[in-house]
Every structure is written in structure tokens, then in C-alpha cells.
Nanobody, 129 residues
Framework: QVQVVESGGGLVQPGGSLRLSCTAS????????IGWFRQAPGKEREGVSC????????NYADSVKGRFTISRDSAKNTVYLQMNSLKPEDAAVYYC??????????????????????WGKGTLVTVSS
């Protein structure tokens, strides 16, 4: 079955860290662009970060720059999102998306959800003391 699955969410205190994983099954993530998105209650889904399938270049939303890091481990067929210095406003369901479009990362903050090749089902991140 071809799918991407997120893991690593949980409850963390403000200032803490979490590492989310996006693992593919049924296909190799190599040469696929992978984006991380999040959706908080009552808000629209927003792009957080993206790693290009062409050259592993990375993009970040301004709200997470300097705190989040996206990376790819081809041997594990997984893309990670390391989240440090978490804030209450980072709380959301985090989704990963896999797409073959060469310009996916360049416009990831304007992604049309229905146009994405594969979405995961999400993992919940709660930031609270």
C-alpha cells in the first residue's frame, strides 16, 4: 500500500522539543518533495517546512525559522521535522505531504491540498504546561 505515515507527536511543555517523522511505504521518498503542514483548531492548514526532491534544499515558514529543521534519511525512507523551542501556538495536527512536482517546495505555503500526491493522516502536537 502506497502511503506516508506521520509519527512522533505528543505533549510537550513550552520550550521543549519534539521530532516528527514522515515514513513512506510502498515507494521510495528519494526525489520526492516532502512538506510538513499543520492545522490548529479553527484555522486553515498552513505550510511549515519543505524539503525538495531535486536537491534537498529546504524552505521554512517565517514563524518556525531558526526553531524547526527538516531533514531526509534515505536509508530509513523517512523525512524528519525537528522542532525546538516549541511555543503554545505551535500546537496543531501536523501532516506530511509527498509530491513529485518540481516546484512544490517553492510554493508550499500556497499548496492546494487536493493537488498533493499523498497526504498522511497527521500526528497531534500539544504544547502546554
Amino acid at each position: 500500500q502506497v502511503q506516508v505515515v506521520e509519527s512522533g507527536g505528543g505533549l510537550v511543555q513550552p520550550g521543549g522539543s519534539l521530532r516528527l517523522s514522515c515514513t513512506a511505504s510502498g515507494f521510495s521518498l528519494d526525489y520526492w518533495s516532502i512538506g510538513w503542514f499543520r492545522q490548529a483548531p479553527g484555522k486553515e492548514r498552513e505550510g511549515v517546512s519543505c524539503i525538495s526532491g531535486n536537491d534537498d534544499s529546504t524552505n521554512y515558514a517565517d514563524s518556525v525559522k531558526g526553531r524547526f529543521t527538516i531533514s531526509r534519511d534515505s536509508a530509513k525512507n523517512t523525512v524528519y521535522l525537528q522542532m525546538n523551542s516549541l511555543k503554545p501556538e505551535d500546537a496543531a495536527v501536523y501532516y506530511c505531504a509527498a509530491d513529485r512536482w518540481e516546484k512544490f517546495c517553492g510554493s508550499f505555503q500556497h499548496t492546494i491540498p487536493s493537488a498533493v500526491d499523498y497526504w498522511g493522516k497527521g500526528t497531534l502536537v500539544t504544547v502546554s504546561s
